[in-house]
């Protein structure tokens, strides 16, 4: 069966777009872990996850960030900060302009997101806010469990606040997120521990938050740009066994199965230095 010449070309102009490729990937990681770390935390499974499922036919392995935004609301699930506010959307470029209330809410809603640089904080004072107020609420509901134990309502409430207080004792992720900004000079100037604080990139955008009484013009952290990190082969075998193992999921009580040493560079962008198992 002959190949024609066109078919060669094709083949050959692949290959070399594949080639060129590489070069610039790896070209890009290199660049990216010359010099000293930009900033050198130790992370555990509560902050870098494994994957719900691993397809068979992918021998690959990445760890998912799991960070979490500080709010009155105390949400798990939560992305809108209390520090991204209007004042703040207009520090990172947003135009906020004052539409009539009734186009408000769609603007906002669907305004376009922008690529910004995040603060990450590890184990802080976000992470401390949220442990009290769940221990706030542990005791509000305790009170009020022992002022009518007959009540089951009262007694589901109290066991679900002290639950929640151990996911967060033990398993839930340290990692907030604390702050934005477009020049990661100053925000690094701000937060100068190298340990404790990561300065990496992610996406936000305006949204429109209201309730029955209140209304305003807030903000919403999407993703962050590098939100899983590869596993190097030569450290897939620490998180082999845990694979097979029941894993750590959020509303599960089991404490840390690993450490991660994680180093961000001159781009910003994450990698695995070491790993090890807790016993």
Do not use: C
Request: charged content about 30%.
């Amino acid at each position: 069966m002959k190949i024609s010449a066109s078919s060669k070309i094709l083949f050959l102009l692949g290959f070399v777009l594949l080639v060129v490729t590489n070069i610039i990937v790896l070209a890009g990681v290199s660049s990216n872990r010359s010099g000293n770390p930009e900033a050198m935390v130790t992370l555990t499974e509560r902050e870098l996850q494994l994957p719900y499922r691993l397809h068979k036919e992918n021998s690959g392995l990445t760890l998912q960030i799991s960070w979490r935004v500080p709010t009155k609301k105390n949400s798990l699930y939560e992305r809108r900060p209390d520090w991204l506010t209007s004042e703040k959307l207009k520090e990172l470029g947003f135009t906020i302009d004052p539409l009539r209330q009734k186009r408000k809410r769609i603007a906002y809603r669907y305004a376009l997101p922008k690529e910004v640089f995040i603060v990450l904080e590890y184990n802080g004072e976000s992470y401390m806010e949220a442990v009290r107020e769940a221990q706030a609420t542990l005791a509000k509901k305790e009170n009020l469990y022992k002022a009518d134990k007959g009540d089951k309502k009262l007694r589901d409430a109290y066991q679900r606040a002290e639950k929640d207080l151990k996911e967060e004792r033990i398993s839930r992720s340290r990692l907030f997120a604390i702050d934005a900004g477009l020049d990661p000079k100053r925000l690094r100037e701000a937060f100068p521990d190298r340990s404790r604080f990561i300065i990496t990139r992610g996406v936000v955008r305006p949204d429109y938050g209201y309730t029955m009484t209140t209304d305003k013009i807030t903000g919403y952290v999407t993703k962050l740009s590098n939100g899983s990190i590869n596993v190097p082969l030569d450290q897939r075998k620490i998180f082999d066994p845990f694979i097979l193992q029941k894993k750590l999921r959020m509303g599960n009580t089991q404490p840390p199965r690993y450490d991660v040493k994680l180093a961000y560079g001159s781009r910003l962008e994450p990698w695995i230095v070491s790993a090890k198992g807790k016993r």
